[in-house]
């Protein structure tokens, strides 16, 4: 059984991360979504927040997809993450050449810390490759209409932040 990781801080899940994880499912049979809790950035959203919102979006998958998902919420190394879910596939989204500088550099250092990890990249679709989530969280921030980057579920959680 092919267990597959594909994380991220998902603040908030975007429909180029929908993408990512319908066009992951082709490459694994289970796909735990790992809802990082990361240090590096000052989410919007708290991290229970954002793996109840990535849950509501995979329900929405077709073909009893979303039964092959799980949403796991992690803090610390992911290459120990993935160890105790027993997965060894990383599943990892690029949308532009300046994204694989860095996810490049983190596959050759996960795979250093973990010879068994598989990091498989998917290039972001044509009409997805351009969303990224702090352009919408800027767009959003700003009153600007954000429906064309994540579900109505998505806007209106991040329409009653930035009202409250």
């Given amino acids: 059984?092919?267990?597959?990781?594909y994380p991220g801080t998902f603040d908030p899940i975007t429909y180029g991360h929908m993408d990512v994880i319908?066009?992951?499912?082709?490459?694994?049979?289970?796909?735990?979504?790992?809802?990082a809790l990361d240090t590096n950035k000052a989410p919007m959203f708290?991290?229970?927040m954002?793996?109840?919102?990535?849950?509501?979006?995979?329900?929405s998958l077709?073909?009893?997809d979303h039964k092959r998902i799980k949403v796991k919420t992690f803090s610390g190394l992911l290459?120990?993450?993935?160890?105790?879910?027993?997965?060894?596939?990383?599943?990892?989204?690029?949308?532009?050449?300046?994204?694989f500088e860095y996810e490049f550099q983190m596959a050759a250092i996960n795979s250093k810390l973990n010879p068994e990890m598989e990091t498989v990249f998917l290039t972001a679709s044509e009409s997805t490759h351009?969303?990224?989530s702090r352009f919408v969280k800027q767009i959003a921030r700003l009153g600007g209409d954000v429906s064309g980057f994540v579900s109505p579920s998505v806007a209106e959680q991040m329409k009653a932040h930035f009202k409250g």
């Avoid at 059984?1 to 990781?5: A, N």
């Avoid at 793996?51 to 979006?57: C, R, S």
């Avoid at 105790?84 to 532009?96: D, P, S």
Wanted: charged letters at 30%; aromatic letters at 4%.
């Fill in 46 to 48: 708290a991290l229970d």
């Fill in 50 to 59: 954002r793996a109840k919102m990535v849950e509501g979006e995979i329900k």
């Fill in 1 to 5: 059984m092919r267990i597959g990781l």
């Fill in 22 to 35: 319908r066009r992951a499912l082709r490459v694994v049979d289970e796909l735990i979504i790992a809802v």
């Fill in 62 to 64: 077709g073909n009893g």
């Fill in 79 to 99: 290459v120990n993450f993935a160890e105790e879910n027993n997965a060894t596939i990383l599943v990892r989204g690029l949308r532009a050449v300046s994204d």
């Fill in 130 to 132: 351009f969303i990224s």
